[in-house]
């Protein structure tokens, strides 16, 4: 796939670009809490030389109950020009998964209207397959001045696709595996009913990428959608337990030229929460 600095970047475009002065790069690996793994300690231990830890949970809107829900335009604003991450900067954000949490922030950058961000394809474990250098230095920071302008259309809350499962102009799309989605086992956050969003289709952020955690290529990413029965040519909200991996079906439409698509960030958390709103199984 080709390297794209709006959407996806390979390690080897990385390498060529590690010292440019306008990069910027982020570690924004993530672990499911019950994974006992702590993403700031393995930063701390070991990252790309100069990039810094983008706290999925801490940069996030904690007046909500919701896990790691989008922050507000002035705390985005704030963490990023204390990280030295400013207008003018393009951003490649990682994880230490290979492609599961770093999709999240580039969607975050995108509804702050930030344009110059891509993932690095593969994440940290392939560029340390490739024995490429890592660090356990923190970077030198700058401040640096940032703006933001929140593109409301690219997010969608509880009543939005609440309306958009009931009158089917909206196509739902749902990152998790296949287990969870059809309600066979219990979600892993406490007090979650078992299930999906009624008319909701199932394209597990897994089946977007090879057996090495890189993406699909566009031929991959359209055959995995059209195989859970989502018509590329209409608007689509993603969805999935939290609002992470749904990310990654976002990058993926994003890739595929597909523009009309919003993530629904409150996800299973907010969903399967609530009694008052439908679930359907199998």
């Not at 030198?140 to 259309?153: C, K, L, S």
């Not at 939290?242 to 009309?260: F, M, N, P, Q, Y």
Request: negative net charge.
């Amino acid at each position: 796939m080709a390297d794209d600095p709006r959407t996806l970047v390979s390690t080897e475009w990385l390498a060529a670009h590690l010292n440019d002065p306008d990069l910027r790069i982020l570690d924004a690996s993530w672990h499911m809490p019950a994974s006992g793994r702590d993403a700031k300690a393995e930063y701390a231990a070991e990252h790309i030389p100069g990039a810094r830890f983008f706290d999925i949970d801490e940069i996030s809107d904690q007046r909500s109950a919701l896990p790691h829900m989008a922050p507000p335009p002035e705390k985005f604003i704030s963490r990023m020009r204390a990280m030295g991450v400013g207008d003018g900067h393009q951003v490649v954000v990682y994880d230490s998964t290979g492609l599961f949490s770093a999709p999240r922030v580039w969607w975050t950058f995108k509804l702050m209207g930030k344009q110059d961000i891509a993932v690095l394809d593969g994440g940290l474990p392939k560029w340390k397959a490739e024995g490429r250098a890592i660090e356990d230095m923190p970077p030198v920071v700058r401040d640096r001045h940032i703006t933001v302008q929140r593109q409301a259309n690219l997010v969608k809350d509880v009543s939005q696709v609440a309306s958009a499962s009931k009158l089917g102009d909206w196509q739902i799309v749902d990152a998790r595996g296949a287990a969870r989605f059809k309600g066979e086992v219990e979600e892993p956050r406490a007090g979650l009913r078992a299930g999906h969003i009624p008319g909701s289709k199932n394209t597990p952020f897994t089946e977007l990428l090879n057996a090495d955690g890189t993406m699909k290529d566009e031929a991959g990413l359209r055959a995995a959608f059209e195989a859970s029965g989502v018509d590329l040519a209409k608007p689509v909200i993603t969805t999935c337990g939290s609002g992470v991996t749904a990310a990654v079906l976002s990058l993926a439409l994003e890739i595929l030229g597909h523009r009309d698509h919003a993530l629904y960030d409150g996800s299973w958390s907010e969903w399967g929460m609530y009694p008052d709103l439908k679930v359907e199984k199998g």
